[in-house]
């Protein structure tokens, strides 16, 4: 079993639209947890850590759930330029998901 | 600002070939590791290393081999490449240890593009 699992998509949604990103990990263990994102044929980037208590910044809202072991990411307000791969990452040693593809239409 | 290097960006290898993905860091950041990246399989984690001289692998490290001797460095080596091994490589660091807090983030190079004939 992969140690993180997430869906691929692509989810493709109009401007200003809400999306919603999971993803599970198996290591209950897990203490650490980040969203990056990943631009087309570019290196992966830094979007935001995942707090417990949850945490939002601007458009961004990431969630924790120790319980059920997954953590979310929501969108709001859609942008073109949010266009991209999103890869939740956790901290072992830094196990990445596959991504999940979001593509914004005008 | 150099962050994390890679070099070279792209290389087209024969079957059974050898050879070296360079990664520098000018962060002094204790860990790095290496990832190959392929269609719908996310980043696969084949090689890190918490210090100079201390190496691991990670889930995909057949194939492949590591050693830090400084903390700067970083290479990957191919021994006898496959082409299987066809793949975007990213070299990443950070500082050691845990958190969440700004800057305890992966850096990573811009990858480099392996092609296996």
């Known amino acids: 079993r992969k140690e993180v699992e997430q869906d691929p998509g692509p989810f493709n949604v109009p401007e200003g639209a809400t999306v919603a990103f999971n993803c599970t990990y198996s290591n209950s263990a897990s203490q650490s947890f980040f969203w990056y994102r990943q631009d087309c044929r570019k290196e992966p980037k830094l979007l935001m850590s995942v707090y417990s208590s949850g945490n939002e910044d601007g458009r961004f809202t990431a969630q924790l759930n120790r319980a059920s072991q997954y953590i979310s990411l929501l969108i709001r307000d859609s942008k073109l330029s949010d266009s991209a791969t999103y890869l939740c990452?956790?901290?072992?040693?830094?196990?990445f998901g596959t991504g999940t593809s979001l593509t914004v239409i005008p | 600002n150099a962050g994390v290097t890679q070099t070279p960006k792209f290389q087209v290898l024969k079957t059974g070939q050898s050879m070296t993905l360079q990664c520098a860091q000018d962060?002094?950041?204790?860990?790095m590791s290496w990832y190959r990246q392929d269609p719908g399989m996310g980043l696969r984690l084949i090689h890190y290393s918490v210090g100079a001289g201390i190496t691991d692998q990670g889930e995909v490290p057949n194939g492949y081999n590591v050693s830090r001797s400084t903390t700067e460095d970083f290479p990957l080596r191919l021994l006898s490449a496959a082409p299987s091994q066809t793949s975007v490589y990213f070299c990443?660091?950070?500082?050691?240890?845990?958190?969440?807090?700004?800057?305890?983030?992966?850096?990573f190079g811009e990858g480099s593009r392996l092609t296996v004939l």
């Open positions: 990452v956790v901290k072992n040693q830094f196990y």
């Open positions: 962060m002094n950041h204790e860990y």
């Open positions: 990443a660091s950070r500082i050691r240890g845990g958190g969440t807090l700004p800057g305890w983030e992966l850096f």
